[in-house]
């Protein structure tokens, strides 16, 4: 059962937690990823629903990593109710391992590049902001990002691990950043403790819901649970918005459509197709008769 929780401590140290092995177990299904496409994608998955929803804002992030790797763009939407979707522009990919049994993501997304970050509300205006890929492993790039383009020192990790038979054995991470009150015992504390956790997918695979993981890194604090949420992957998209789509094809593109038997419309977000038959193409571009 994937969830995302978040903490707060007296000590001014905010941290929150995913664990998204199913999350990215079904975008792995539904793209048909190949190992290092579900580590990179899920990497991204996972950061983002860590920086959407903050503590307090009902934001949805879009995160776009557009590296010079052969990956191409990793695009994912996560969304305040944390559920997410996405999608790596080539799923079939595959570099050498870093070292044995280790995916390299950052070779995959390659360390030139760019990250964008979207966050968007019903009520505010869009912002957007960019930042230089620093390596390509996704979670010291969402660092840089925040750092440099809002101001918050945070530390990431982010952990997918994959089975040779490409099944998702276990996803997640957690972000860990100082409020403007936090103490210098407080940050030398947090960073002795993230030291000794090492690896968060090492953690993960020992610790396949993430137990004992925030009391590990927030040791030696006073934790304050103040969110624990569901988290699934969930695309937005319908039959219905793909036909309102094909409304507004020009004249001659609905033409075009119709002369074949059939239309398939792919969700470049979660991999759904949607099937249209002549008829029922030839019943929706036809103006409903005037009832006199
Ligand atoms: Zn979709």
Not at 127 to 154: C, F, H, K
């Amino acid at each position: 059962m994937d969830y995302i929780k978040r903490f707060t401590t007296r000590e001014g140290i905010r941290m929150s937690v995913a664990v998204t092995t199913d999350t990215v177990e079904t975008a792995r299904v539904r793209h048909d990823l190949w190992p290092v496409a579900t580590a990179a994608l899920g990497r991204a998955m996972t950061g983002a629903l860590l920086l959407a929803g903050d503590f307090k804002n009902h934001e949805n992030v879009s995160l776009r990593i557009k590296g010079d790797g052969p990956l191409g763009v990793v695009h994912v939407d996560a969304f305040s109710d944390n559920t997410v979707r996405g999608y790596v522009d080539e799923p079939h990919v595959d570099v050498p391992l870093k070292y044995a049994g280790k995916l390299d993501v950052g070779a995959a997304v390659g360390n030139h590049g760019e990250v964008q970050v979207t966050r968007f509300t019903q009520l505010a205006q869009d912002y957007t902001s960019t930042s230089p890929i620093q390596s390509g492993e996704i979670a010291e790039d969402l660092a840089y990002y925040l750092y440099t383009s809002e101001q918050v020192p945070s530390t990431i990790s982010l952990g997918v691990l994959v089975d040779p038979d490409y099944h998702t054995i276990v996803a997640g991470g957690f972000i860990v950043q100082a409020m403007p009150d936090a103490t210098d015992e407080a940050l030398a504390l947090v960073e002795k403790n993230i030291n000794e956790l090492g690896p968060v997918t090492e953690y993960l695979k020992a610790h396949p819901n993430g137990e004992g993981l925030v009391e590990k890194v927030l040791e030696g604090m006073t934790i304050n649970e103040v969110y624990n949420e569901p988290v699934e992957f969930k695309c937005r998209c319908s039959r219905d918005r793909f036909a309102g789509v094909l409304m507004t094809l020009r004249e001659d593109d609905k033409s075009a459509i119709l002369e074949d038997e059939q239309t398939e419309l792919v969700c470049h977000y979660c991999n759904e197709k949607y099937h249209f038959s002549r008829e029922e193409l030839k019943d929706m571009f036809t103006p409903a008769s005037v009832v006199q």
